[in-house]
């Protein structure tokens, strides 16, 4: 093995960070599959430097979720304002945050902010159980969805935001319709396999695309929803202004993903951006 010593006034590895910063809003994985911990991860595999605030800590692992503590929403706020007054973020991502109160407190502290924001609203589970109380829901609408460019549910998410079923391309572009009023610049619903392809749906003002993949069965799906929205906010951070671009670099990275198997835990696999980008 050979080592190469860097001289001293080398910017090859500062350039890999610059000013490229993301933040992510999100709770805690101690199995590092998910949460913030997946988020930290794929901003730093994609030449990004990461910051945290922690909404809640959860006691999981790749098998089931045994318990949950949201912190308060004052200690979150203190968390947001002490990274916000030192190294303002180029972007931010928002993931799980616990309960109404903490969802009011993080959308009003955002309203202030000039960045992209991309929501990642965890309000139900890929598999369709509910993760959040109705009154998490309508903050989310009331709170989060004004302030995001980006947000990014899950067909069951989609569903308890707007009340619809979506059953068809109509009831889809239906949904993305009314997440739009509610404020979402963009919107990314991960509707899920149809007639065997992996289907997104992406919002661009005036017209949906269709971003579909073959559909790969594979059980190292663990934290996929958290990289997509992480990767990006990661590309956002890098100064990617083409909100479709940075969805396409996001979704390939995330395909990517499915394709090697961490072999971890007994539960469903972590996934796991493996590589800087090649962009």
């Known amino acids: 093995m050979s080592t190469e010593y860097l001289p001293a006034n080398s910017s090859r590895l500062v350039s890999v960070f610059s000013d490229a910063v993301a933040l992510t809003i999100a709770g805690s994985d101690p199995s590092g599959g998910a949460g913030l911990q997946a988020d930290l991860k794929t901003f730093q595999q ?8 922690i909404t809640l800590i959860t006691v999981q692992n790749t098998q089931t979720v045994h318990r ?3 912190l308060s929403p004052e200690l979150v706020l203190d968390q947001l304002d002490a990274v916000l007054e030192d190294i303002p973020p ?7 945050l616990g309960n109404a109160e903490v969802v009011q407190a993080v959308g009003n502290r955002l309203s202030k902010l000039k960045c992209p924001i991309v929501v990642d609203p965890v309000l139900v589970s890929k598999h369709g159980h509910s993760l959040a109380a109705d009154d998490v829901v309508d903050a989310y609408k009331q709170y989060l969805l004004p302030h995001a460019l980006l947000v990014t549910p899950n067909r069951f998410e ?21 997440l739009q009023q509610l404020g979402a610049k963009h919107v ?45 906010t990661a590309k956002l951070a890098r100064g990617e202004t083409d909100i479709s671009a940075a969805v396409h670099f996001g979704i390939q990275r995330t395909y990517e ?7 971890l835990g007994k539960g469903l696999h972590p996934a796991e951006i493996r590589a800087m980008s090649r962009d």
């Open 68 to 70: 949950v503590e949201v």
């Open 257 to 263: 993903t499915l394709q090697f198997d961490t072999q």
């Open 46 to 53: 994609l030449g990004v430097y990461g910051m945290s605030v």
């Open 158 to 178: 989609a569903e308890r935001l707007t009340g619809l079923r979506l059953n068809s391309e109509d009831e889809v572009a239906e949904a993305v319709y009314i």
């Open 90 to 96: 180029r972007s931010i991502k928002v993931g799980a």
């Open 188 to 232: 990314l619903i991960k509707v899920g396999e149809i007639d065997g392809q992996s289907q997104h749906v992406l919002s661009l003002m005036d017209q949906n695309v269709a971003i579909l993949l073959p559909k790969l069965q594979t059980k190292h799906t663990h934290g996929t929803g958290c990289i997509l929205a992480a990767a990006i």
